[in-house]
């Protein structure tokens, strides 16, 4: 099995800058991937960015371009962290951001796997 466990979420003003990291422990070397998903109040969960143990990556269309997600793939301590940096917030960014590791493709493509207890973002002035 696979812990997750978030933090830097908080209250950021429109434009601003926030930086999300994910530290997972256990079964690291199961990990396939690892990313990032929001929930807003009254949407779906959607895809914020995930990265693979190779390094591919792939991003939600509406975050291109202003988050950038990077991994540190510390294997001789036992952790594996990955990070989402985001820049240029938007009010359409608040939600909770939840991380996750995939054990493989098909549990990324179907988005099971581990999951972290989520942390939120709120982007207002």
């Known amino acids: 099995q696979v812990q997750l466990v978030e933090s830097g979420g908080g209250l950021v003003q429109p434009g601003g800058s926030l930086r999300l990291s994910c530290a997972a422990s256990?079964?690291?070397?199961?990990?396939?991937?690892m990313g990032w998903y929001r929930q807003a109040p009254g949407k779906q969960r959607e895809l914020v960015a995930y990265i693979t143990s190779g390094g591919s990556t792939n991003y939600g269309d509406s975050v291109k371009g202003r988050f950038t997600i990077s991994r540190d793939n510390a294997k001789n301590n036992a952790k594996n962290t990955v990070y989402l940096q985001m820049n240029s917030l938007k009010p359409e960014d608040t939600a909770v951001y939840y991380c996750?590791?995939?054990?493989?493709?098909?549990?990324?493509?179907?988005?099971?796997?581990?999951w972290g207890q989520g942390t939120q973002v709120t982007v207002s002035s």
């Open positions: 996750n590791a995939a054990q493989g493709p098909l549990t990324l493509a179907t988005r099971s796997g581990s």
């Open positions: 256990g079964s690291i070397f199961s990990i396939y991937a």
